[in-house]
Every structure is written in structure tokens, then in C-alpha cells.
């Protein structure tokens, strides 16, 4: 039988019910060979040689395939449609004849389907090709850049900038633009200005709003009223006026549908409609793609398939009726830089199909599907038609005008399906419905009201506006997005709040470092330009070692340069750089590089592994330091107040802020302290709680049996801890509430030690049993079950427990889904998990394809 091989179970299980019991398909996990992470693994002295190595977890996923191989000489490639999924192709081609399971006479093929169907995979299968080399060409220079920026930067980053993790490529321009973006905000100045409103009634009692828009016959710009005492005369000239329409006019207008999704689109979209991640929206769109639900999700193409635009038509044709059908189709324009890269946009493979008939997806899988289905839909559909009106109220003397504008759909079109989010919305006057005026006629004024308002800084990146910007820029492509975010953030560069980007102090640090010492590496247009290139090497119009040659003449110059600096060397450089963000001018006029706490040390930047803070120069002597986001940021230290001749102090450190007793010293280095439980806010934080958390551990009291009960906060939260004379380790008890630390008496805390001596398991007042047992896993052996955990109901498999999305029922868990719940928790893991020693159980292992730059 033919052996096929595609990258993921569930994608093989599901071509496999297609092609029938003719074919073996068979999943590479993902890549199968990558750089070993030492040095040499691309030689720029021998034309970038590259050295490639099957990984531990990939080796009998490759001997699988070779095996199969004994019994049939025929093998088809059908990994995905896109570069990376080329470069496995090659990668499995090359790992299989080196340990010569593809020998002369085997019939080696390629085959790309955009859609996980029966017709798409048929269709496929009638019409292989081999390999394309250039786009493996194109992957191989993504992977060698990466490779050399990463391997020769982050260790100059580690030796200048203790506590800085990495570099890359493309990451460091995702860094820089958040960073720059929070400069903006501490820099802007907010500026004053005011608007004026008047709700006014027409002769037939409506009330409309409209905003004063003329004064004193001049037209105001949006700084005219810049203060209370200018909005009040406006407010004056108003009131002391007669008014009358002026002016009606009501225009048609319309609105177009935006286009299908494609990669980016459809991760900024779930972003506003659902708050997704760009790393769940791709899980969650993989899932539906290797279900056959939708077309392959990795894509900068928005045109679709004539038949598919034939089928949304008959679609809409059906559900909405024939006037929601256009004329003509709807025919969306490629932005695609390199058409050898570009697909099909993302849609779903039967138009007729709607989330609700897909009663198995999960919760992310539902919304996704139903947004994707949506969006085709309404890409096909007829414009809305709209009637928009504006009014102009004004004096007699024409000193005084104001205006109303509101809008009526009078044809919803694809409004009735779908309406493409706004990043940051603001209210909208123009889709307020107006009451009927006609020329002439009085408006009655009911009350005017002047309001007051402040310009406001650049809004921070949320993962949509992140991705769309560096799509503008051309920085990334579609496959990289989600990965490129998502490594700031598990690098500590960045955390994420309340669905906003905000740049740590080592991201910071670290993006000020590469401006000055490598700004031409993280510089936008360099970054665009190389992309270029690469684009330019998959369309086989640049050869790929040349874009390497060319790359690596200048940035190994700039790395030997930058190498011979010295660690203070390159803070002074910054320290100069970040001044304005770091020494603000005071309000007192006093020189803002003083030390506040001993009025004659200066403050410098000083590194540490967390990234970088600003300290006295007086150290030891003065042990003042503050975050660089500057004084009253968050984690500025704070004097609680005395006891018994020790200042206590609220600090920041690399686990949270926590409580001091006095300042470290030569002869006092480890001052007591006491880290801030969880639930403990640091505003809410003064001198007595400070005191009761030094006070910890707390004795409650002697146990019946001997040794002494106490109470504290751990790394896992509140606990009793007791030992008895002849027990070798102590005995640990968790509290629920952190309050019971200070209050729980001795007869509760016996109870609690007693109960965890009669059930030592991790916690628990009994050994976990299963909800249900699967049976064995069907791959790799060993019991699969469903767990109760302390989270919710959970996969167990091993060692590998996959938590159950939201939502869904323990009961009706199938087998599959455990299996690729588990893949999945596997592959984030990033390592392989052992089952337990029964029958055939052998190490669980899944790598799945990423995006490496």
C-alpha cells in the first residue's frame, strides 16, 4: 500500500477515512529534523553549511515510516500547503534516505490539498508534483537567520544585560514597536479642550442632540474651546438665541462587506469579538482544518475558489433570499507579496454548514467556525444601503450653528449576517436615527451642556492591533504571528493585561540595547526588506545563500564591536539613551537625578536579572532603588512606618513586592521579610499588616503528640505545618483562606494535620480516582482516564494530565478527543511523556510544526 504521510494523527486518521484501506497514512509530528542548539550548526565559513539532526522525539516516527516503506516502494508527501510545510516534505525525504528506507527504485511524490475533504484529497492525489526547492530554499534562509541572529546576539545580550533571555530576528521588532508604543503614552501631554451639546425638540415634541459647530459666525476647530470659561460664553451665546433648521439634507450612502479572512485578519478578529490569543485562534482553527471544516489557515490569500464563490451565493440564495445576492460575485484582489506562498482565504469547506449543525466542536472551535462562516457569507453578499442625514441648526445672525447627523439602514445586505469589529471604537453619533425637521421650523433648545475633555495617548497594543501593525509594516508573514507574540511574552519581555501589551523593564532594557548597538537589525525597513528577499527566494528569484552572505558580512561585524564593550560601557550608553523616560523633571525644579531617600547620591541604571532598575550611586551607604518606568511607578518602595527603631518598607523584587524590616547592610545583609500573599493588594498595604506578616510563621500551639503547630504562607499558599518526635519529615496542611494564618485555633488545625496524615496524597482527603476510564491509548499503550482535578475534570494519560475545555461534559469525552487533547498538551510541553510500565507503553511524543522566525 502507498505510504502517505501528513504532519499531525488527527489530520491522518481523517485523510486516511478518505483514501480507504488502499493507502498507509502515517504522522511526522511535526518536523523531524532541526539545528541542533550548539555552535556550528550553520557554518558561514563553508557557504552555510547547515547541520540537521533527527530529534529523540521524531526518531520513531521516522523508523515508522521506514518500515512501512519495506512493504510498498511508493511515498507520498501531503504535509501542509504552505513553506513550512514544504520544508517537512524535504526534511522526511532527506532523514528517510539517509537511513536508505528510499532507494532508487521508490516513487517519491508530492501532493497540497487547501482543504481537508474527500474532493480536495482525490483531486490532490491525481496530481503529485515533487518537492519544491524553492520554497525549502526560502525556509532554509528563514531558518539560518534566525539561527545566526539568535545564537551570536542572545549571548551578547546574556553577557551585557544580565537577566535578558534572547533575541531574534523578528521578535525584537515585535519588542521595539510595544516599547516605543509605551515611550509615546509616558511622554504624551495630555492637551484641554471642550465641546458643547444642546438636546433641542422639534415642533412635534422629538428631541434630538446636536454639537455646536459655529460661533461667532467662525467655524471652531477641535482646540477652540480650550477652557471652562470659553465653553461657558459658548454655552451663553446658545442659551441666549433663537434657533431654527437651517438646512436638512439626507444622502444615500452604502456599505461593502469586508473581505474573507486570511491569517492575520482572522486572528485580529478573534481578538475583538472574543479577546482569543493569536496562539488559541491558530489552535483552535487547526483543529477545525484537520476536521475538514474549513480550508488551511496559514494563508496571506483572500480570494476564494470559483466553486466556493458559487456555493456561498446558493447559500445565501437559500437562507436570506435572492435580493441578498449581488448582481455579480465579489471578486477580492491577492495581497499576497509572493503568489507561490499565497492560498485560498480561510473559509469553510460546505457554505451550507453553520455552527450549529456541528454539535461536537468545542467551545473555541464553535466560535471560531461560526465567526469564519459568518465572514465568508457576508463577503458574498449584497452591500448595505443607508440613508444619512445631517441637520444644521442655527441663529438668525448665523453667529450660533450647531448639527445633528444620524443614519437608517434601509437594506441591511450583509449586515444582516456579519459586521467587522473596530480595535478602538468610539461613539459614533452618525448611526443615531433623527426625528423629522423640515427648513424653518423652530428647535426648541431643552438644555445645553458643555462638556470637557483631554487628547489621549496612543492606546497600547492588544494582540490584533500588534499583528495588524506589523502587517502594515511587512514585518512577519502569516505562519509566524501567533509565534512571534507569544515568545515575548514566555521571554518576560512583556506581559499581557487586561488584553494590553505592556512592555517588563527587561523588554525594555533589551530594546534600548539593540537600538543603540544593533538599530539597524531591528530597524523596520531592514526588517520588511529582508522579508522581501525571502519572498524573493520562494519565487526563485534570489538565491538564498546570497540574502545569507549578504546579512552575515555586516551583523558578525556588529556583534565582534559590541562584544569588546564593557558591561558599565554599555549602561552608561543607555542610561544616557532612556534620560528623559528615566529622570522626568521634578515639580520642585530640584536636579531629578538626586536620590530622594539620601539627598546626595545621583542616580544611574543599574542591571540585574530581572532586567534593570535605577539605584543610588551611594550604595551601600543608600540602598534607594526604584523601577525605570520612573518614581510612583509600580513597585516603588514605600516607608510604612517604625517599630521599635526599625523602618519598615514596602519593596518590589523579582517575586512580587513583599514587607522589610530596616535596610540590608554589610553587617545586615537578609533583613527579615515577608512576600505579600496572594489576594494582597500593595495600595491596601500599611504598618499593622506589615507587622503580622513579619511576624510569621505564627505557633498555635503544642500538638497532644508532641512538637509545636504552625502557620505561614508558601509558595502554594497559606499552610499548617507539624512534626511529630518521631516522624523524619514534617507534615504540611493546606488552609483554604489566607485569613486563617492569623486566626485558625488549635482544635481546627489538630483536625486538619490529622486529616493529612490519614490521606498524604498532594493534598487531597482521598487517593484520586478516575470519572472514567477511557480504555488503553490506541497508539502508544496505557491507560487513558478522566481525572477530577483541583482546576476542573482533566485527561490523564502518564504523566501527561490534558486539562478539558470549558464547558465540556466528562461523560461524553471520546477516546479521540483524549488522544488529541493529550497530543496536544504533549506538544506544548515541548518534550516527550512516559506512561506507566505496562504492555506496549512507550514515550508519548509530539512536535508540532513551528514557525521560526
Known amino acids: 500500500m502507498p505510504v502517505v504521510v501528513v504532519e499531525s494523527p488527527a489530520k491522518a486518521k481523517t485523510i486516511n477515512k478518505y483514501l480507504g484501506k488502499d493507502y498507509t497514512v502515517l504522522a511526522s509530528y511535526g518536523h523531524v529534523r532541526d539545528l541542533p542548539p550548539k555552535d556550528g550548526s550553520v557554518d558561514p565559513e563553508h557557504d552555510f553549511a547547515m547541520k540537521w539532526e533527527v530529534g529523540a522525539d521524531s526518531r520513531k516516527h521516522v523508523k515508522a515510516i521506514a518500515d512501512a516503506l519495506k512493504d510498498d516502494d511508493t511515498l507520498i508527501l501531503a504535509t501542509d500547503p504552505d513553506r513550512e510545510g514544504e520544508a517537512i516534505s524535504w526534511h522526511l525525504q532527506e532523514a ?54 539568535g545564537f551570536n546576539l542572545s549571548p551578547v545580550l546574556w553577557r551585557k544585560l544580565p537577566g535578558a533571555r534572547s533575541a531574534g530576528r523578528v521578535q525584537s521588532v515585535c519588542l521595539r514597536l510595544i516599547v516605543e508604543r509605551e515611550m509615546e503614552i509616558e511622554a504624551f501631554k495630555p492637551r484641554e479642550y471642550w465641546s458643547v451639546k444642546a438636546l433641542l425638540k422639534t415642533p412635534r415634541g422629538q428631541e434630538f442632540e446636536a454639537r455646536l459647530t459655529v460661533l461667532g459666525g467662525k467655524k471652531l476647530d477641535k482646540y477652540d474651546l480650550d477652557n471652562q470659561s470659553a465653553a461657558e460664553l459658548a454655552v451663553h451665546a446658545i442659551e441666549s438665541r433663537d434657533l431654527t433648521v437651517q438646512r436638512v439634507e439626507a444622502k444615500p450612502a452604502s456599505r461593502n462587506p469586508s473581505p474573507p479572512f486570511m491569517t492575520s485578519t482572522l486572528q485580529q478578529e478573534a481578538s475583538r469579538k472574543f479577546g482569543f490569543g493569536a496562539r488559541q485562534t491558530m489552535n483552535a482553527a487547526q483543529r477545525l482544518y484537520e476536521a475538514g471544516y474549513i480550508t488551511y489557515m496559514r494563508t496571506d490569500g483572500i480570494d476564494m475558489a470559483p466553486e466556493a464563490v458559487t456555493a456561498a451565493r446558493d447559500a445565501i440564495r437559500d437562507r436570506f433570499g435572492p435580493e441578498y445576492v449581488p448582481a455579480e460575485p465579489r471578486i477580492y484582489k491577492n495581497k499576497a507579496k509572493n503568489a507561490q506562498e499565497a492560498h485560498e482565504c480561510i473559509r469553510p469547506t460546505d457554505m451550507t454548514v453553520d455552527a450549529s449543525q456541528l454539535a461536537k466542536l468545542e467551545p473555541d472551535q464553535r466560535r471560531l467556525y461560526d465567526l469564519i462562516w459568518k465572514r465568508t457569507l457576508a463577503s458574498q453578499m449584497a452591500g448595505a444601503r443607508l440613508e444619512r442625514t445631517t441637520v444644521d441648526v442655527g441663529s438668525a445672525d448665523q453667529q450660533v450653528q450647531l448639527r445633528a447627523t444620524g443614519q437608517v439602514v434601509l437594506f441591511d445586505g450583509f449586515l444582516a449576517v456579519y459586521e467587522e469589529g473596530r480595535d478602538d471604537a468610539a461613539a459614533d453619533d452618525d448611526d443615531k436615527r433623527l426625528p423629522q425637521m423640515s427648513e424653518g421650523e423652530p428647535a426648541q433648545k431643552r438644555k445645553v451642556t458643555p462638556d470637557q475633555h483631554f487628547t489621549q495617548p496612543p492606546p497600547r497594543y492588544t494582540e490584533a492591533t500588534l499583528v495588524k501593525r506589523m502587517e502594515e509594516l511587512g514585518i512577519g508573514r502569516p505562519s509566524t504571528y501567533a509565534s512571534i507574540v507569544t515568545t515575548i511574552q514566555d521571554r518576560e519581555y512583556v506581559r499581557k493585561e487586561q488584553n494590553r501589551l ?101 542616580l544611574h541604571l543599574k542591571s540585574s536579572r530581572t532586567g534593570g532598575f535605577v539605584g543610588c550611586g551611594n550604595y551601600p551607604e543608600c540602598t534607594y532603588t526604584r523601577p525605570i518606568a520612573g518614581e510612583g511607578a509600580d513597585g516603588d518602595e514605600r516607608l510604612l512606618g517604625e517599630d521599635d527603631g526599625d523602618e519598615i518598607w514596602l519593596k518590589a523584587g523579582r517575586f512580587g513586592p513583599y514587607v522589610q524590616r530596616g535596610e540590608a547592610t554589610p553587617e545586615n545583609k537578609k533583613p527579615p521579610r515577608a512576600s505579600l500573599p496572594r489576594g494582597w493588594s500593595k495600595d491596601d498595604m500599611d504598618l499593622e499588616k506589615a507587622l503580622r506578616l513579619l511576624s510569621l510563621p505564627r505557633e498555635i500551639g503544642e500538638h497532644p503528640e508532641g512538637g509545636r503547630i504552625t502557620a505561614n504562607f508558601g509558595r502554594f499558599g497559606p499552610y499548617l505545618m507539624h512534626q511529630l518526635p518521631d516522624e523524619a519529615k514534617p507534615v504540611y496542611a493546606n488552609l483554604k483562606d489566607p485569613a486563617d494564618v492569623f486566626e485558625i485555633g488549635m482544635n481546627r488545625a489538630v483536625e486538619l494535620i490529622a486529616e493529612k496524615r490519614a490521606n498524604p496524597g498532594r493534598g487531597r482527603s482521598a487517593a484520586a480516582k478516575p470519572i472514567r476510564e477511557l480504555g488503553e491509548h490506541p497508539d502508544e499503550g496505557g491507560p487513558v482516564n478522566i481525572m477530577d482535578g483541583r482546576y476542573g475534570p482533566y485527561v490523564k494519560w502518564g504523566k501527561v494530565n490534558a486539562t478539558l475545555p470549558k464547558d465540556t461534559d466528562p461523560a461524553s469525552v471520546t477516546m479521540e478527543q483524549a488522544v488529541a487533547l493529550i497530543a496536544e498538551k504533549s506538544a506544548k510541553k515541548g518534550g516527550r511523556k512516559k506512561t506507566p510500565a505496562k504492555k506496549t507503553a512507550a514515550k508519548k511524543t509530539t512536535a508540532k510544526k513551528t514557525a521560526k522566525d
Open 96 to 149: 528517510l534516505t539517509k537511513r536508505r528506507a528510499i532507494k532508487k527504485s521508490t516513487e517519491v511524490s508530492r501532493v497540497v490539498f487547501n482543504a481537508i475533504t474527500k474532493s480536495a484529497v482525490t483531486e490532490a492525489m491525481a496530481h503529485p508534483r515533487e518537492v519544491d526547492m524553492e520554497l525549502v530554499e526560502a525556509y532554509l534562509a528563514r531558518r539560518a537567520l534566525d539561527y545566526l541572529v
Open 502 to 602: 505592556i512592555p517588563e523593564d527587561k523588554g525594555r532594557i533589551v530594546t534600548i540595547f539593540l537600538l543603540n548597538f544593533f538599530r539597524k537589525y531591528v530597524g523596520y525597513e531592514f526588517t520588511a526588506e529582508l522579508e522581501a528577499m525571502l519572498d524573493d527566494v520562494s519565487a526563485g528569484a534570489r538565491d538564498y545563500k546570497e540574502v545569507l552572505a549578504n546579512f552575515w558580512r555586516d551583523f558578525s561585524a556588529a556583534i565582534a564591536e559590541t562584544s569588546e564593550l564593557r558591561i558599565s560601557e554599555v549602561l552608561d550608553v543607555l542610561d544616557d539613551a532612556l534620560a528623559p523616560q528615566l529622570y522626568p523633571p521634578r515639580e520642585d525644579g530640584s536636579d531629578p537625578r538626586i536620590c530622594p531617600k539620601c539627598g546626595t547620591g545621583k
